[in-house]
């Protein structure tokens, strides 16, 4: 008998691939039953039959029926072709005369492995059946030299090999076994098997003996000596006999050991496979190279991310992939993966696509190219996750870092953003900034609260965003400034026109709570754009000067005026920076203003008053350089060495015998606010020995608004360290008359716009001598500031005003010449003092 092995498939693929992995063999083939029992009728030296048993006209069942019943066919043997879900046609195709059955997909080794066997099972039976006797010695040499384990006997149950003469066992099964023929013989076939396996074993060699069936096999597990298991694949058959009746039944066996752990590390991996799949929060893929991405394999996670079954969409059955992405993005898609699959690399790419109920979904897909040995693209492979919840949060934060979140508007930062990019793309379009500052709803929040100012901010957004059009863009820039960014406008009129209406909507919107609203405009030119913080900062300032202005027109251009301005302003900072590195910079100097006891009619103490001396611009006023100090967080060390200044000048009071006289210093709320300014202040007070009962300091009313409960706070802890505190400015700002009982403050120093109503109003209307009523019953002393006449004088002095300053007094001085004051008030002490 041959080699020659038949494959017959419907399947021309699972022909070409079993004729492949049979490549060393002699291989026919036929697509269905009829040409197989043609080339069989044809061809007498095929001994071995691959035969798929579901086959469209004559199936594999019909196949072997005819095989059984045609005499021609009787020592063809047969394999049959399954799938892992029909174990029912299984057992008919081996009823029907098939030898085994190899189980789909095909395993190239369990293939190559079973067609060894039964091949060599072949050579075994015809030199047993034709050759038997005269060529005795050949039957020795196969049987000896084999490669697979050989037993052949006359009679064989479970429990016994019969004898040792009627048995013969070749070396090749003893080996592996780990058995030799005695104790195989000794022990029988039973006791070395599997316990798992030998009910299956039992029943199949029951059913030969009968002669239900002709053959039987299976693969099975021995128990060796040391207790290993060793897996084969057996076959059992029985022999025609010869004419003595010798040798009725043979069992072939081979070594399968390694292909079941290959096999069992392949089901763990597709276990493994498996269970990661399931997890995968989306999908995993095999997809051709094409525009419909048309699916060869797709996981089950499909469904959940589709919300269609993975079916539908393999060989693009009822839909393709194409169609669930989103159209923007589907140009997208195809150019990415070109550039990836001409490079090699690997694929990544977030984008949307719509699901069966026509939701939206963000995805990622990872994936790459296989390619042909030729380096073309065969397929695409990869995974598509559901990245939706993690684009709402991204979304969310992006929502949250570009707008603001009370009005949702977009903020200063996007707006930022938005001109650099744009600064970059040489646009010719006409483009402004139009700022509209309501600076003034800050003492809202000191009256009304915080929630009121921020609705009555949601209100002002509402009505500006009627203004939004594809030319505008709206963006709350501050907490009460607001800005639009236009372009492509025509003439400058579009620009007047525009703010004249947005004016007319804030005045009808804000005439009740009187709110005054300033509009700045700013053209953007490519000399302004480049430096952003310049353009943004000349938008506030010609916002602010429109507010100074509000009597001529609601709304103001910046210009070159205030280009100087700025350049001002920023040429201060610079001189501010220098001078904050460099605490003995003498730019920043004291000068000190007396304060008059009224009773006495002596100085008590001094105020010390910060100047700025510029080499640029001469003497700069406090009332300009401060706030700038201030906006820059440059009064924390400017108001450090001020600190120091004014110490140093306590110390030679002290030196020169005025160990009474006090000193006032201002501070602001950012020095306040800072945590370690008490502790810094001790120690310096500590340092240069400083008696802090001489000690005040002066903070203005408005900063008080910042945060009230917290500064006052602060205050409380300063006051209890013996350093006095004074409410400067006091009637202009935040601390109305109701709320001077809670403040931590030692005096109140009365403003001189109080002062100079003083010198048209009649005495009985002034309301001076209230305030300072109103403050001694609640237990400060009073300073009166600004005084500059006689008369002004007389009527504190009358309502019991404990101290005044002004240049009825003197006017601030250095130093020296402050000592001097009071060396001379020692000379001439019964004068009333006017210096």
């Given at each position: 008998?041959?080699?020659k092995?038949l494959?017959v498939?419907?399947?021309a693929a ?22 197989a029992?043609?080339i069989l ?5 095929i001994?071995?039959?691959v035969?798929?048993?579901?086959m469209?006209g004559m ?14 066919f009787?020592?063809i043997?047969?394999?049959i072709l ?8 299984e057992?008919?195709?081996l009823?029907?005369?098939?030898i ?6 095909v395993?190239?080794?369990s293939?190559r492995a079973?067609?060894d066997?039964?091949?060599e ?8 059946e ?6 005795a010695h ?5 049987f000896?030299q ?17 004898s040792?003469d009627?048995?013969s066992?070749?070396?090749?099964f003893?080996?592996?076994t780990g058995?030799n ?13 599997h316990?798992?396996d030998?009910?299956e074993?039992?029943e199949?060699?029951n059913?030969l003996?009968?002669?239900?069936i ?16 060793v897996?084969?694949?057996m076959?059992?058959?029985?022999l025609?006999?010869?004419?003595n009746?010798k040798?009725r039944?043979?069992c072939?066996?081979q070594d399968i050991s ?6 069992s590390?392949?089901a763990e ?18 997809c051709?190279y ?6 060869q394999?797709?996981?089950?996670g499909c469904y959940?991310l589709?919300?269609w079954?993975?079916?539908s969409?393999?060989q693009?059955?009822?839909l393709t ?7 923007e993005?589907?140009s ?11 490079s ?6 977030e984008y ?11 995805v990622?897909?990872l994936g790459?190219?296989?390619?042909s040995?030729?380096?073309e693209v065969e397929?695409l492979?990869?995974?598509i996750?559901?990245?939706s ?6 979304n ?8 603001d979140?009370?009005?949702?508007l977009?903020?200063l ?15 010719t379009e006409?483009?402004?900034l139009?700022?509209?500052n ?5 003492a809202?929040n000191l009256?009304y ?6 609705m009555l ?8 965003e ?7 863009m709206l963006?709350l820039?501050y ?10 406008y025509?003439?400058?009129s579009d ?6 209406k ?6 009808n ?17 490519e000399?302004?754009e480049a ?11 010609a916002?602010?000067?429109a507010?100074?202005?509000l009597?001529?027109l609601?709304?103001n251009?910046?210009d ?11 040429d201060i ?5 220098e001078?904050?590195s460099?605490p ?5 100097f ?6 008059l006891?009224?009773?006495t009619?002596q ?16 003497l700069?006023?406090?009332?300009e ?6 906006e820059?967080k440059?009064i924390i060390?400017?108001?450090e ?12 009071l ?8 006090g000193?006032?210093?201002n ?8 945590p370690?300014f ?5 120690s ?26 917290e500064?006052?706070r ?17 009637g ?22 109080f002062i ?6 009649n ?5 001076t ?14 300073i ?16 019991e005003c404990d101290?005044?300053q002004?240049?009825?007094i ?14 001379r008030q020692?000379r001439?002490?019964?004068r009333?003092t006017?210096l």
């Amino acid at each position: 008998m041959s080699e020659k092995i038949l494959i017959v498939d419907d399947s021309a693929a699972d022909r070409l691939i079993i004729k492949n992995m049979l490549r060393d063999y002699e291989v026919l083939t036929a697509e269905d039953g009829f040409q197989a029992l043609e080339i069989l009728s044809e061809d007498n030296e095929i001994g071995l039959i691959v035969l798929d048993l579901n086959m469209p006209g004559m199936s594999g069942f019909e196949v072997l029926s005819r095989l059984k019943e045609d005499h021609r066919f009787c020592k063809i043997r047969s394999i049959i072709l399954t799938n892992y879900d029909e174990l029912d046609n299984e057992i008919l195709g081996l009823k029907l005369g098939a030898i085994d059955y190899i189980r789909k997909p095909v395993n190239i080794e369990s293939l190559r492995a079973r067609i060894d066997i039964h091949l060599e099972f072949l050579r075994v039976q015809t030199i047993l059946e034709s050759r038997l006797e005269d060529k005795a010695h050949t039957l020795d040499t196969v049987f000896f030299q084999a490669p697979i384990g050989i037993s052949i006997s006359h009679s064989m149950t479970a429990g016994d090999f019969i004898s040792h003469d009627m048995t013969s066992i070749n070396p090749a099964f003893e080996k592996i076994t780990g058995w030799n023929k005695e104790s195989l013989i000794r022990m029988g076939w039973a006791k070395i098997t599997h316990p798992d396996d030998l009910a299956e074993d039992v029943e199949n060699y029951n059913k030969l003996q009968s002669g239900e069936i002709e053959s039987y096999s299976m693969d099975k597990r021995f128990i060796r000596p040391d207790g290993k298991i060793v897996w084969v694949h057996m076959v059992v058959a029985s022999l025609s006999q010869s004419d003595n009746g010798k040798y009725r039944y043979i069992c072939l066996i081979q070594d399968i050991s390694r292909r079941k752990a290959t096999e069992s590390a392949l089901a763990e991996s597709e276990r493994s496979k498996a269970v990661l799949l399931s997890h995968l929060p989306g999908l995993a893929y095999r997809c051709s190279y094409d525009k419909n991405w048309t699916m060869q394999f797709v996981s089950d996670g499909c469904y959940d991310l589709t919300g269609w079954p993975a079916s539908s969409l393999l060989q693009n059955k009822d839909l393709t992939f194409n169609d669930l992405i989103v159209p923007e993005y589907r140009s997208l898609l195809w150019q990415q993966w070109q550039q990836v699959l001409a490079s090699k690399e690997q694929f990544k790419q977030e984008y949307e696509i719509i699901t069966a109920s026509g939701q939206k979904k963000w995805v990622l897909e990872l994936g790459q190219g296989i390619y042909s040995a030729d380096g073309e693209v065969e397929a695409l492979e990869g995974i598509i996750l559901d990245v939706s919840d993690r684009k709402d949060v991204e979304n969310s934060l992006r929502f949250a870092t570009e707008h603001d979140t009370w009005t949702g508007l977009y903020n200063l930062r996007y707006l930022e953003n938005l001109l650099r990019q744009e600064a970059h793309k040489h646009r010719t379009e006409a483009r402004a900034l139009i700022g509209i500052n309501m600076s003034a709803l800050h003492a809202f929040n000191l009256t009304y609260g915080f929630r009121y100012t921020r609705m009555l901010i949601k209100n002002v957004a509402q009505a500006l965003e009627k203004f939004i059009d594809d030319k505008r863009m709206l963006f709350l820039v501050y907490e009460q400034q607001f800005a639009f960014y236009i372009k492509s406008y025509e003439k400058t009129s579009d620009l007047t026109d525009f703010c004249q209406k947005v004016f007319d909507t804030l005045r009808n919107l804000l005439k009740v709570e009187r709110v005054n609203v300033g509009i700045g405009i700013v053209e953007i030119d490519e000399e302004n754009e480049a430096v952003l913080d310049r353009l943004l900062k000349s938008l506030l300032i010609a916002s602010e000067r429109a507010l100074e202005h509000l009597d001529a027109l609601p709304y103001n251009f910046f210009d070159q005026g205030m280009e100087a301005e700025i350049q001002r302003r920023d040429d201060i900072t610079r001189e501010l920076l220098e001078i904050a590195s460099k605490p003995d910079d003498e730019r920043l100097f004291l000068q000190y203003q007396p304060i008059l006891d009224l009773k006495t009619r002596q100085i008590c103490c001094f105020e010390a008053l910060a100047r700025l001396r510029s080499p640029k611009y001469g003497l700069i006023s406090p009332l300009e350089f401060i706030p700038i100090a201030e906006e820059s967080k440059l009064i924390i060390p400017l108001g450090e060495n001020i600190l120091r200044q004014s110490f140093n000048f306590m110390s030679r009071l002290t030196s020169n015998g005025y160990t009474d006289i006090g000193l006032s210093v201002n501070v602001s709320a950012i020095q306040l606010l800072k945590p370690d300014f008490i502790s810094n202040l001790n120690s310096m007070i500590s340092e240069m020995q400083i008696n802090p009962n001489n000690l005040s300091l002066e903070i203005t009313e408005s900063i008080l608004a910042q945060d009230y409960t917290e500064i006052n706070r602060i205050l409380g802890e300063i006051k209890e360290t013996g350093i006095n505190i004074a409410i400067d400015d006091f009637g202009t700002g935040y601390s109305s008359l109701a709320r001077e009982r809670e403040l931590n403050v030692n005096c109140l120093k009365i403003d001189k716009a109080f002062i100079d109503k003083l010198m048209y109003l009649n005495p009985e209307d002034a309301i001076t001598g209230d305030i300072i009523s109103m403050a001694h019953r609640r237990g400060h002393y009073v300073i009166a500031e600004g005084v500059e006449h006689e008369e002004q004088m007389l009527y504190l002095a009358d309502h019991e005003c404990d101290c005044i300053q002004g240049f009825l007094i003197s006017k601030p001085q250095d130093g020296d010449r402050a000592i001097e004051l009071l060396t001379r008030q020692a000379r001439d002490s019964e004068r009333p003092t006017r210096l």
